[in-house]
């Protein structure tokens, strides 16, 4: 099984043709993790998946996670997640105003983050929702040894309170979300031996650092991997479908207006602790 891939740019992104029933295809999904674990974005221009599609692709990938259903109270959370600031959808402004900075997926929820996300645009915004990737493995491989050298064994804590913390006083959130924190390497590692950076906006305080030091750090490695080698930016059409490893890249969206009608939906596979 050979799929037809167009690389977008040599640290990151790739464009997939993929028919719909090809879906559950064990050697596509193979190729289609292969191509994942290569390129860190896959973009399925105008796929249009529905939600059993979207549900099915996923289940082929991997085990599926709800990362939205392991936030405290919310276990009845819909298995695939609707990205949106429509009014009288169930959102949570909260969250959803989070993705407008760089960010990985499922970092202070009580199980490992997801390998991957993927997204299918349902509803276009008139203006912004384009989404931008930035490879952490791309711009950790590029460090120079000795900052490498640095970063080993450094440890972060991830808060939802500092993921909001542009827009949202801590006294904002609700008692769950203010206590949501879990500590991550800096330094992701795979089985494989490949690295990453977990950084990003849920990022609070580097262990044993001074708050200072710490988020110095973080910003200038943050800083250091949105340079634009390592970054792609989707810009959407409706039934675009798109998968990332999760723990290989920052995403985050252009802002688009809370009545654009803008809907995205979600799922994600699970994925597993770093290796070191
Ligand atoms: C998310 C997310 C980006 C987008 O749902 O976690 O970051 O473009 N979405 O909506
Ligand atoms: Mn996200």
Redesign the pocket.
């Known amino acids: 099984m050979s799929l037809e891939v167009d690389v977008l740019k040599p640290a990151i992104g790739a464009k997939v043709r993929l028919d719909r029933s090809a879906i559950g295809d064990s050697a596509v999904s193979q190729e289609l993790l292969m191509l994942l674990e290569r390129h860190t974005v896959l973009v399925f221009p105008r796929i249009g998946l529905t939600d059993p599609q979207q549900l099915a692709l996923t289940d082929a990938l991997g085990e599926r996670v709800n990362i939205a259903a392991r936030v405290p109270g919310r276990g009845g959370a819909d298995a695939v997640?609707q990205?949106t600031l429509n009014k009288g959808a169930k959102i949570e402004p909260e969250?959803?105003l989070?993705?407008f900075f760089w960010?990985m997926?499922g970092l202070t929820v009580d199980v490992p983050p997801p390998k991957a996300?993927v997204?299918s645009?349902r509803r276009l915004a008139p203006k912004g929702?384009?989404?931008e990737f930035a490879s952490t493995k791309a711009a950790y491989a590029a460090l120079p040894p000795e900052e490498k050298r640095e970063l080993e064994g450094v440890r972060v804590y991830h808060t939802v309170t500092a993921s909001v913390r542009e827009f949202c006083p801590p006294e904002g959130l609700d008692d769950a979300r203010r206590a949501m924190g879990r500590e991550h390497p800096l330094v992701w590692t795979r089985r494989d031996g490949t690295k990453s950076l977990i950084i990003g906006s849920t990022a609070d305080r580097v262990i044993g650092m001074s708050q200072a030091e710490g988020r110095a750090l973080l910003s200038r490695l943050l800083e250091w991997t949105a340079q634009p080698a390592f970054t792609y930016r989707?810009c959407?059409e409706e039934g675009d479908c798109v998968i990332w490893d999760n723990t290989s890249a920052l995403?985050?969206?252009i802002p688009y207006a809370a009545d654009s009608g803008?809907m995205?939906h979600?799922t994600a596979l699970a994925g597993v602790e770093s290796a070191a």
Request: charged share 20%; no cysteine.
């Open positions: 997640y990205v969250y959803v989070g993705t960010h997926d996300t997204l645009a929702g384009q989404t989707h959407w995403h985050r969206v803008r995205m979600r």
